[in-house]
């Protein structure tokens, strides 16, 4: 079983350098699937109430033999349950599907700017970390104007920013605002997906050059950046290969050459928060 390092959140909470994503597994295969992932040694599961797979990750994680303590379980409000009390009913909905009397890592899912109430969930979700039913607070798709609208109305900054992160979309940027204030980068879509960049000269000079395959070459590149990629994968095999990535880094020189792989307009479905709403 692989052992997975460990990074510090601004709470103190230990987040494992690279999880396992859950999407879009469902029912009896996503029970499968994140009992498999327990037993390779991913320790950070991400789900999230528009996923439908809470409850299967729920039965894993009553079925697993790894301590209760050992696992940071994450999931994510969706935009429909934006609002104060309307966030509050959501978390003890994800309560009641996973099982848990506490949740590690809540997330609000997409800002919905439309919608002008993330402010208002915010609030609910430092009462419900204040209160102990959640150990770390955080975001997705979040940009740096969202994140500093946070910040100036409650005055605290979200621990983590689950955003898209890939070769073609590398978020530099946003990457080195988190760092400066402390903010945990999460990769969603870390392989990019169904574009996947496996093919790239780049990627394949590097993955040879480490004795790697080219996906492992993508997850040790968000590793070095300092990112915490979540793939998923339905596949022991592959489950495997993505958590064998703690035996060797990529230079500041390939980093670069990777990062160069990236274009303005490289995300995957033209997820942009200012524009993009899921409800
Ligand atoms: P991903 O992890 O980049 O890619 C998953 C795809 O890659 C699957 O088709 C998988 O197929 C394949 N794959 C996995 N490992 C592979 C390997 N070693 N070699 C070749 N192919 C491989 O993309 P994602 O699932 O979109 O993102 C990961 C997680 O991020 C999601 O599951 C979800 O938890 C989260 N997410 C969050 C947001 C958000 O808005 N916050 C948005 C999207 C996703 P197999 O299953 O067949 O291996």
Not at 42 to 51: K, M
Not at 168 to 173: D, G, K, L, S
Request: hydrophobic share 40%.
């Amino acid at each position: 079983m692989t052992e997975i390092p460990t990074r510090q959140l601004r709470d103190g909470q230990a987040l494992p350098a690279l999880g396992f994503g859950t999407y879009p597994l469902r029912g009896a295969e996503g029970t499968a699937a994140v009992t498999s992932a327990l037993e390779k040694g991913y320790r950070l599961i991400d789900t999230a109430v528009n996923y439908e797979n809470e409850d299967a990750v729920g039965a894993a994680l009553a079925e697993t033999p790894v301590h209760r303590s050992d696992i940071v379980v994450t999931t994510k409000l969706p935009g429909r349950h934006h609002g104060y009390d309307e966030t509050l009913a959501s978390f003890e909905e994800s309560q009641r599907r996973l099982g848990l009397d506490v949740i590690d890592l809540y997330l609000i899912h997409w800002p919905n700017p439309s919608v002008d109430k993330y402010v208002d969930s915010w609030r609910a979700m430092i009462d419900l970390q204040k209160d102990g039913r959640v150990r770390s607070i955080g975001v997705s798709n979040f940009t740096v104007d969202f994140l500093m609208r946070l910040a100036a109305e409650t005055g605290v900054l979200p621990a983590v920013n689950q955003v898209e992160v890939h070769p073609y979309f590398p978020q530099t940027e946003l990457i080195d605002f988190h760092r400066e204030h402390d903010i945990v980068t999460e990769a969603w879509s870390p392989l990019g997906k169904a574009a996947a960049p496996y093919n790239e000269d780049v990627i394949v000079k590097i993955a040879e050059s480490h004795g790697v395959t080219p996906a492992q070459a993508v997850l040790r590149w968000h590793i070095d950046r300092g990112v915490i990629p979540i793939p998923k994968s339905a596949d022991a095999s592959r489950q495997q290969q993505n958590i064998d990535v703690f035996g060797f880094s990529l230079s500041e020189s390939e980093i670069e050459q990777i990062n160069a792989l990236g274009t303005p307009d490289g995300r995957l479905f033209g997820g942009d928060p200012v524009t993009h709403e899921e409800m």
